[in-house]
């Protein structure tokens, strides 16, 4: 069983090092799709939690539970922008998720917000900033990905306590600031 990991890990790490860097024409003409924005709000609705929570029972939430649904709730978000108004293959499509959800681009995100925050939602982003995490991914920086918690912190907790609309003014801004104009 070992000696079949072995040889499929090292398959897996050939055709990692036989793919481009550099985009292709194709590459380039799905990007073009992308960020082609539609006629049509490119935001899907967020569909309201099931059940929401006060706000003092949302701040008794431990930060890293908060970051647990945020992150969901801003793939789910970056995913939905993606695919509205899109004619991307589903690869390309992915490619630019996992771009705009890692923590380098959470990071830059939660800066670009920080003056549209209201002050209970910089202490929640302050807090879930500060959380002691459990380890950092090897492709990020502790600062980036810090910065990248306290954002999904902030989300979690936004939607927990159904301010879904909130949560879609601020994707907004970050998607007018970071990707140019939202239709």
């Not at 049509?40 to 431990?62: C, F, G, H, I, M």
């Not at 789910?76 to 890692?102: D, F, K, Q, Y």
């Not at 959380?131 to 990248?148: E, F, I, L, N, Q």
Request: net charge negative; glycine share 6%.
């Amino acid at each position: 069983m070992m000696m079949f990991l072995r040889r499929r890990n090292s398959a897996a790490k050939a055709a990692e090092a036989k793919t481009p860097d550099t985009p292709s024409p194709a590459d380039a003409n799905a990007s073009a799709q992308i960020e082609s924005s539609p006629e049509k709000d490119p935001l899907l609705p967020l569909v309201p939690p099931v059940q929401t929570l006060s706000r003092a029972e949302a701040n008794s939430r431990s930060m890293l539970a908060l970051a647990h649904v945020g992150d969901a709730v801003y793939e789910l978000l970056v995913r939905g922008s993606l695919i509205a108004g899109s004619t991307a293959g589903v690869n390309e499509l992915h490619r630019h998720t996992v771009s705009r959800v890692r923590a380098e681009s959470q990071a830059e995100a939660a800066r670009l917000l920080q003056p549209k925050l209201t002050e209970e939602e910089k202490e929640i982003y302050r807090r879930g900033r500060n959380c002691r995490v459990h380890g950092v991914p090897a492709h990020a920086s502790p600062g980036d990905y810090h910065a990248a918690t306290g954002l999904e912190a902030l989300f979690g907790w936004l939607y927990l306590i159904g301010e879904t609309a909130r949560i879609e003014e601020l994707f907004r801004s970050i998607q007018e600031e970071s990707h140019g104009p939202v239709s």
